[in-house]
């Protein structure tokens, strides 16, 4: 358990002294305006097949993406009704306007990649969780400060937060008159920025024309002394700085990805109707890392600041989204109630721990309809969170294990093929052009089972090497997190005004 005093400031102490050296390099530089480097069809158990309802009959070329985009519209949720809905797209694929215009080496990266890049967004959550949690901890503990100082040596290393690479794309409007900015979606941070000339110090290259302040009527900055400027610290993780009068964010996300600028309000616009004057967000000065072709990103956490809780007032921190089953469709996000399924069930969100981060209770998993015999304790033991961001879902060590064990025996008939990255119940597939694999589902708090579509269970990585799509966590008491795989074609939704996280069937393909 790294439950330390030095934990109780980790945050703090790991985050700010990198970022300050961001913000004072950036203030030293920027009057100088150094030049900007630019740097399945998935068939439900109701097809054909008799005995089926614990098996997912699909075929092979359902888990690549078609070389054209399809673009979704689900009668079902009534999507046409909404009016706060936006089309949510992969940012790397046939629906993507990101970067077609470069190389496509590049700006699209190899299955490995996207494999590692998880890694590091894994663990820079798990060290956020775990420093967040001593934090609370602390206060119950700091009677024997002895102790805590005895184990400061358990310093979670990674810190800061990490892109991740499997990342979603919206497209949203900002000031006036309104410019199209394509953000990545992301439910675990809270700050939204984007990209801003006059780029005084750096920006990376970017699809839409990054956004101009002094070209917009409706921009201000933020000053330094408003209480919008000190929120900054429970969003970022850092403290703000100063420039002149107007207020300095900064922002890291772990690989060496950064924003750092101007601290700002604009008018954002969602749709023709849904508009918010004084939408405060980050009008990025130096920016550098894994953004890809985006112009910046969109904060979906549950604190101050994320648009959550900006929009509150008028949908009540209320959302929804669908991720695609590939990226050749397309999935929504959608701000408030309207046209959410009667369909969706709801489990509530468990606490927080302090942090950006929606956390759920996991208590069962069931492969082919066969509940894994993993003890309630694995799960409460590690704690467990959604995340848009996160590719695959990791599960405590206990419970990944028996999950393969049982996978593997219900797949016995299929040649398997060695390990990847971090996956390792692989199949050679190739050859064939439909199989049958067992269905997964998840038991949420409240009984809430949800069942996973067959690109939630799968990742193809090519025909020879198709595999279960999850990976077990290092340590027992690492938080688990239900990944964006696991969660392609439901509709997910987040009542965080009433602290429930809702579940539906086939949101989008
Ligand atoms: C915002 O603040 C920066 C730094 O003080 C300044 O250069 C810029 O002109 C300001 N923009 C507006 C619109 O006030």
Redesign the pocket.
């Known amino acids: 358990m790294a439950t330390t005093l030095k934990n109780n400031n980790s945050r703090k102490h790991n985050h700010h002294p990198f970022s300050l050296i961001i913000i004072n390099l950036w203030l030293l530089s920027s009057s100088s305006l150094v030049g900007a480097d630019a740097d399945d069809q998935h068939l439900h158990p109701t097809s054909k097949h008799i005995i089926q309802t614990h098996y997912h009959t699909l075929q092979i070329n359902s888990l690549f993406p078609a070389s054209v985009c399809s673009t979704n519209t689900t009668p079902s949720t009534g999507s046409s009704k909404r009016q706060s809905t936006l089309e949510v797209f992969h940012r790397h694929g046939p629906c993507s306007q990101l970067g077609q215009d470069t190389d496509a080496t590049i700006t699209t990266p190899s299955v490995s990649e996207v494999l590692s890049h998880d890694q590091s967004r894994v663990d820079s959550i798990q060290a956020q969780v775990k420093s967040d949690s001593s934090k609370v901890k602390i206060k119950n503990t700091n009677s024997n400060p002895n102790k805590l100082k005895d184990k400061k040596a358990n310093l979670p290393v990674q810190s800061g937060r990490s892109l991740g690479s499997g990342n979603y794309i919206v497209t949203v409007g900002l000031g006036t008159p309104t410019k199209t900015l394509s953000l990545i979606f992301d439910t675990g941070s809270d700050l939204t920025w984007t990209q801003c000339e006059p780029c005084a110090r750096s920006c990376y290259q970017q699809q839409d024309p990054i956004f101009n302040?002094?070209a917009s009527a409706s921009?201000?900055?933020i000053s330094c002394n408003s209480p919008q400027c000190s929120q900054l610290s429970g969003a970022t993780g850092n403290k703000p700085g100063c420039?002149?009068?107007?207020c300095v964010y900064g922002i890291q996300y772990g690989d060496q990805s950064f924003s750092v600028g101007?601290f700002s309000k604009d008018k954002l616009t969602i749709t023709a109707t849904e508009v918010f004057p004084n939408f405060l967000f980050g009008c990025g000065q130096n920016n550098q890392g894994l953004f890809g072709n985006t112009a910046g990103l969109l904060g979906l956490g549950r604190n101050s600041l994320s648009i959550i809780s900006q929009t509150a007032p008028k949908y009540g921190k209320y959302f929804s989204y669908c991720l695609p089953s590939t990226s050749s469709s397309t999935g929504h996000l959608t701000l408030g109630k309207s046209g959410v399924s009667r369909n969706v069930k709801f489990t509530p969100f468990a606490s927080s721990q302090g942090t950006s981060f929606y956390f759920i209770d996991i208590l069962s998993i069931s492969v082919g309809g066969r509940q894994l015999p993993i003890s309630q304790s694995v799960f409460t033991t590690a704690g467990s969170i959604i995340d848009s961001g996160t590719v695959i879902t990791r599960l405590p060590p206990a419970a990944y294990s028996t999950m393969s064990a049982e996978f593997r025996k219900q797949m016995v008939k299929y040649k398997t093929a060695p390990a990847y990255s971090i996956l390792d119940t692989c199949y050679d597939l190739s050859g064939l052009t439909t199989i049958t694999i067992p269905t997964i589902s998840f038991t949420f708090g409240g009984s809430v089972k949800v069942d996973l579509a067959p690109s939630g269970i799968l990742l193809a990585v090519s025909t020879s090497r198709v595999c279960l799509a999850f990976a077990g966590n290092n340590n027992a008491d690492d938080v688990a997190i239900f990944g964006n795989t696991q969660q392609k074609t439901l509709e997910v939704v987040y009542d965080v005004g009433r602290g429930n996280l809702g579940f539906g069937p086939a949101g989008c393909k």
Do not use: R
Request: aromatic share 20%; no cysteine.
């Open positions: 302040p002094s921009y201000s900055n420039s002149s009068t107007t101007f």
